[in-house]
């Protein structure tokens, strides 16, 4: 059955240091790839996707995640975090059969000053 | 900028009574979605419509029922509310499923007592 894994509940960072939020996956055929940010109160914004060609995708406010197929992952990446960078992130993957999304159970993300 | 909103932030609501949840877009989209998020579970989706009076069910429609009697407007019914039907409950839509560009609303957190 197809599954996406956030293997981290929980993760805290410094301020100014580097963030990576893993994503697994579990989709028979070739995914798309989505990573969401949820702020305190708020919805979910999209950060960045990814369908086909280059395996590293640019996303909004800094963030970049990159497709490795081998190891059916798509993790999210920052060099260096803001406070505004707390929230939760949520990993999603669509289905081409009926092209809805299967959610990841989220990680928050907090920042220590 | 595409807007999604839900028409309650917060509602309280007893045991057994009938809940509506109202969500309307301003884009013409044709695709409405309701999701519940709960700690831990991420996103479950509950119905889906991708076309004025149509329906679908999502993966826990149980307890739930829909209605979209115009494009804009999708509404989540709780016919009888049960305390396991207090969580955040969100409303998304999309121009295009095969492009998942969802729009999500800010949320209403039920409280079922």
């Known amino acids: 059955a197809q599954s996406v894994t956030q293997p981290d509940i929980h993760i805290t960072v410094s301020e100014g240091a580097s963030l990576e939020l893993r994503c697994n996956y579990s989709y028979g055929a070739t995914p798309y790839l989505f990573w969401y940010v949820q702020s305190p109160g708020q919805g979910l914004q999209l950060l960045l996707k990814y369908f086909s060609g280059d395996t590293l995708v640019q996303g909004i406010k800094g963030f970049e995640a990159e497709f490795k197929r081998s190891q059916s992952s798509f993790n999210l990446r920052k060099p260096s975090v803001h406070w505004s960078d707390a929230a939760e992130y949520f990993c999603a993957v669509g289905m081409d059969s009926n092209y809805q999304l299967i959610w990841g159970a989220g990680t928050k993300l907090i920042i220590k000053p | 900028d595409v807007k999604v909103t839900q028409s309650s932030r917060y509602l309280v609501k007893r045991t057994g009574e009938k809940v509506f949840l109202e969500c309307v877009q301003d884009?013409?989209?044709?695709?409405m979605f309701w999701y519940r998020q709960d700690p831990g579970l991420g996103l479950r989706l509950i119905y889906f419509s991708y076309d004025v009076k149509m329906k679908e069910k999502g993966d826990i429609p149980e307890g739930y029922s829909v209605s979209r009697e115009k494009k804009e407007r999708f509404s989540l019914i709780l016919e009888s509310a049960s305390t396991n039907q207090t969580s955040m409950y969100l409303c998304?839509?999309?121009?295009?499923?095969?492009?998942?560009?969802?729009?999500f609303g800010s949320g209403t957190r039920l409280t079922v007592v």
């Open positions: 884009m013409d989209h044709e695709n």
């Open positions: 998304a839509s999309s121009r295009d499923r095969s492009n998942y560009g969802y729009t």
